[in-house]
Nanobody
Framework: EVQLVESGGGLVQPGGSLRLSCAAS????????MDWVRQAPGKGFEWVSH????????TYAASVKGRFTISRDNGKNTLYLQMNNLEPEDTAVYYC???????RGPGTQVTVSS
């Protein structure tokens, strides 16, 4: 059974940083491309970033490019999202998901506010 558990969210001031983690189990993580997606209050899901199974290829939504960095540790079955220079518009629940899958964990709340 696919299990995904996101963590690392919190309340941060504009310009601050957070590092999200996603612990994965129940599938061959090291052979699976992964995504971060987010859902802001009252809005639909928004794709944020993608990383290839080996971690050598990454892509980002225009809204986060240059501020967020996706990475992974296949030895620890863990996906990361380093978020710098956070903006109020980044406020959302963040989820990790295998690419092209609707599987997600419970998410972690990120709130950017002064």
């Amino acid at each position: 059974e696919v299990q995904l558990v996101e963590s690392g969210g919190g309340l941060v001031q504009p310009g601050g940083s957070l590092r999200l983690s996603c612990a994965a189990s129940g599938f061959t993580f090291g052979l699976t491309a992964m995504d971060w997606v987010r859902q802001a209050p009252g809005k639909g899901f928004e794709w944020v970033s993608h990383i290839s199974a080996g971690g050598d290829a990454t892509t980002y939504a225009a809204s986060v490019k240059g501020r967020f960095t996706i990475s992974r540790d296949n030895g620890k079955n863990t996906l990361y999202l380093q978020m710098n220079n956070l903006e109020p518009e980044d406020t959302a629940v963040y989820y990790c998901s295998p690419t092209l899958s609707d599987k997600r964990g419970p998410g972690t709340q990120v709130t950017v506010s002064s």
